[in-house]
């Protein structure tokens, strides 16, 4: 244990001397040979300090995108999509310019927030992975980025889908027929458009349920018209029993009294 600390002290105190007292070229070389002992923090630190220096040199370039990764394996996403956006910007002609385009769009997408969060991060991430796309369009990372773009358009899908759901748990029974329908418009080819379209007919009957008298038809009305929708679309549903259940209800409150 006493030899393992005074090898980390003796390490340490190698770094602290570089740091102080070594030459532009004695530091280049040690952090590239710590970034490749994936010693990420102290090849950042030299970098970090040598990039104004080496700036207009012939390894100005090669700092910076290191530089970029370093921040990148040591999980600053944000930091690494600025500095390989910055690489891209400063050196448009590198022969790697396409590799950092990319990282930077990857960087942004491992940044994006869970879908629970406010979705922002996303937004910008495919926004950057589609410029790559059109950029790059026969990029060997093109694939790639497709991926990427359908990870987050999944992500995008779940966020309005457990919102409109939401609604519905909420009682805002207004709010999730109009969710649910905007659910379906944003995401066409969904595999919950099934169990959406359901459950805008049991929003629809809920809240002619909940309704003052005068509304009711009209609101009861509005449940039949959506379930037919729904047994149009889905006839093997397993929700059409429920379905059914609310249709027959929502018809018997619409049939014409009968007089004596």
Same mark, same amino acid.
């Given at each position: ?10 390490? $340490?105190?190698?770094?602290? &001397? ?14 590239? @040979?710590?970034?490749?002992? +994936? ?15 080496? !700036? ?9 995108? /290191?530089?970029?990764? $370093?921040?990148?394996?040591?999980? +600053? ?12 910007? /400063? ?21 994006? %927030? ?5 979705? /922002? ?20 990372? #093109?694939?790639? $980025? ?12 779940? #966020?309005?889908?457990?919102?409109? &759901?939401?609604?519905? !748990? ?5 709010? %999730?027929?109009? /969710?649910?329908?905007?659910?379906? !418009?944003?995401?066409?080819?969904? %595999? ?7 459950? @805008? ?19 009861? %009305? ?9 047994? +149009?679309?889905?006839?093997?549903? !397993? ?19 009968? &007089? @004596?």
């Amino acid at each position: 244990m006493a030899l393992l600390l005074l090898v980390v002290l003796g390490a $340490c105190s190698k770094f602290q &001397k570089l740091q102080r007292e070594g030459s532009v070229e004695e530091k280049y070389d040690a952090a590239m @040979k710590y970034y490749e002992k +994936d010693d990420f923090f102290r090849a950042s630190v030299l970098l970090e300090e040598l990039i104004p220096v080496l !700036k207009g040199t012939e390894r100005a370039e090669q700092a910076q995108l /290191t530089f970029a990764y $370093c921040n990148y394996y040591q999980g +600053d996403l944000i930091l690494s999509a600025f500095y390989f956006k910055s690489f891209v910007e /400063t050196y448009p002609r590198s022969q790697f310019v396409e590799e950092a385009a990319f990282m930077q769009a990857l960087s942004e997408y491992q940044d994006s %927030a869970p879908y629970n969060l406010d979705q /922002t991060s996303t937004y910008s991430a495919i926004e950057n992975l589609h410029n790559f796309m059109m950029q790059y369009p026969e990029s060997s990372y #093109k694939d790639t $980025c497709s991926v990427l773009t359908e990870n987050l358009r999944q992500k995008l899908e779940r #966020k309005a889908y457990e919102n409109a &759901k939401l609604y519905l !748990k909420k009682e805002d029974f207004k709010a %999730a027929i109009i /969710t649910f329908d905007n659910f379906k !418009k944003d995401f066409p080819e969904s %595999a919950h458009n099934e169990e959406v379209t359901y459950l @805008k007919v049991e929003s629809a009957y809920l809240l002619a349920r909940n309704s003052v008298a005068a509304k009711q038809p009209e609101r009861y %009305a509005q449940v039949i018209k959506f379930y037919q929708n729904f047994v +149009d679309s889905y006839p093997k549903s !397993k929700f059409v029993r429920d379905a059914e259940r609310m249709y027959d209800n929502a018809t018997a409150r619409t049939a014409p009294t009968e &007089k @004596k």
